[in-house]
């Protein structure tokens, strides 16, 4: 299997929403962040996938160490032979993938988060930086792009949080932070039981709030002027939006379940902005 087909199939794999933006790029652009992508599922999956921590850490070792030696020019993972043939071109660094691989590391340390301004920190190691080379290969000219991606990638980082409460519960992760849930008055334990309250609802509702501020204040950086080349971007943001809107008109019925769109409606809300240019 060449590099090109491992990467492809990699991200059709994952049934992401981000593939469905993809389908839509000239080749070049569409083959950089395929091989992108890949990366990001390669590294998240580690943790993911993890028994063992010590087991985990040492792969994202790894892939620290393979980041370095692609960049100077040897590349022996199919993710990075298939990546670095872009990187030069839409200004990929290795710093932009040393901290996704850093935000991973911190899945494998840390299971809760005191406050926002630490959950932040994840999330732009895991989103922000990821937006923002998403932003280059989508064709960014402007610097202020950069400053929306990041909003934009955070955005849709509290997205799956929300979504993936229950989830994360099982894996003995909570990223709700703590000082949030004080407010609500709602327990851990009640989340690593699965247990609903309205006091749950009101903490998610204001999660969701949160993240619907994040994709308003996203959408208005974007310049007139990369509106055009970031279309990609906003089709993931019109799927990631109607996620949060349906999780929220089913009361935050996370715990239990997974709310997910159907491939189809995601298809269609791609081809809707790229089509009719709005959300």
């Known amino acids: 299997m060449t590099p090109e087909a491992y990467v492809q199939e990699k991200a059709a794999a994952s049934g992401s929403s981000f593939y469905y933006a993809f ?3 000239p080749a070049p652009r569409r083959a950089a ?3 992108f992508y890949a990366f990001c599922r390669e590294v ?3 943790v993911d996938d993890a028994v063992d921590t010590g087991v985990a850490a040492t792969k994202l070792a790894w892939w620290s160490s393979e980041v370095g030696k692609s960049f100077t020019g040897t590349p022996n993972h199919p993710v990075m032979r298939a990546l670095m043939p872009h990187a030069a071109l839409y200004g990929i660094t290795a710093n932009h993938l040393q901290s996704v691989i850093q935000g991973c590391q911190m899945d494998l340390e840390q299971t809760r988060y005191l406050d926002y301004p630490n959950l932040q920190r994840y999330c732009h190691l895991v989103a922000g930086v990821v937006g923002e080379v998403a932003a280059l290969i989508f064709g960014q000219t402007q610097e202020q792009t950069t400053r929306y991606a990041h909003a934009l990638g955070q955005a849709f980082q509290l997205t799956n949080i929300i979504r993936d409460v229950g989830e994360d519960a099982l894996r003995g992760r909570i990223y709700l932070p703590m000082s949030d849930l004080q407010q609500f008055d709602v327990k851990a ?4 039981k699965r247990s609903y309250s309205d006091r749950f609802s009101a903490l998610m509702a204001f999660q969701a709030q949160r993240a619907h501020q994040l994709y308003d ?3 208005a950086l974007l310049p007139d002027a990369d509106r055009r ?6 089709m993931m943001a019109s799927i990631y939006r109607t996620l949060l809107r349906e999780i929220e008109s089913e009361n935050f019925q996370v715990l239990h379940q997974r709310v997910r769109l159907t ?3 995601k298809l269609w809300l ?3 902005v790229q089509a009719l240019g709005r959300l």
């Open 229 to 234: 080349a970031q279309k990609p971007g906003l």
């Open 263 to 265: 491939p189809l409606r």
């Open 44 to 46: 998240d999956d580690v």
């Open 23 to 25: 389908l839509f790029l």
């Open 217 to 219: 204040e996203a959408l």
């Open 33 to 35: 962040i395929t091989a």
């Open 270 to 272: 791609a081809w809707k």
């Open 189 to 192: 334990h009640e989340i690593l």
